[in-house]
């Protein structure tokens, strides 16, 4: 049964969540970063956002920086937060994630360690020892039931692609639950969003790569605002799709993925995606009290983990200003 969540159970939490948003990384500054002339001098940036020195700055002490931050955030709102199931909506990515990692190391028979993420709801190590002795009782039903059908098709088909689609179904359906739990409209309605979002992703890059409609039937998830159907039925009859999400907040990034089905650009579509997701979140910064404000501040941490990993990357890449900018996405501040 739902939590009966009240504004005034996150006044504490939402007045903190206001005061700790004053650290994002703006556009301001991603500006910054991207004009610094080293990249040392950009690595400055980010500590003006609560980042740790960088002494040396490479791949690795960017991964490093980024789960400092990621780890001190969620113990900061869980420890404060009155239905950690809010937060466990955000840290659940990762627990699937590592499921993926770690299924495909036992296959490959390799080291899964460097690809593991210390951010959800499990200790990595928690979810390998399920794996080892067969015992999932300590993780949720499930993600339990998902890692246990993901193994067995691996185990069948050797796709581990395969395997994958059987995580994300999984994944997309306990996300919606753990929303649903928590009583907030704000939160359901955020995870229908990145359903949808999924699915027009899934749309468009299976009509471009010329794929059939039983592949599409393996990447579309139930729970989002558009029904499965009519976005099969769009592919069959030949990816117009548009007047399904034409009164969507995603009526913009449709059009954009029609374009790109036709030759257009890929990137400005995946940008199009976000920035609709963040469009909607956006929305919180201007409530006073509540979960929507913790809601959008996660999301906007999310947002800026990328925005820092694609900046600092691409300039070890030694990638144009102009090009790192074109993959940014819309900052929350």
Known sequence: MANQIKDTDYLFLSTRVHVLQRAL???ERMDRMLEAPTNAEAAKVLVECGYPEMPVVDVDSINAALAAVRDSLYRDLNNNAPDPKLIDVFKLKYDYHNAKTLLKAEAMKTDPARLLVEAGRFPSAVVAESLTNGNFSALTAPFAAAIREAREILSTTHNPQLSDFALDRAYFAEMLQLAKDTGSDFLVGYVQMMIDVANLRSLVRVLRMGKNEDYLKNVLFDGGTVAVRPLL??????GEFGAIYGVTP??????AGEAAIKGGSLTAFEKACDNAVMDYVSAAKYVSFGEAPVVGYLVARDNEFTAVRIIMTGRLAG???DLI???LREAYV
Not at 233 to 238: E, H, K, L, T
């Open 233 to 238: 039925n769009a592919a069959a009859s030949g």
């Open 250 to 255: 995603l009526a913009g990034a449709a059009e």
């Open 325 to 327: 900018r074109e993959r």
């Open 25 to 27: 990384l703006t556009q």
């Open 319 to 321: 990638l144009s200003t």
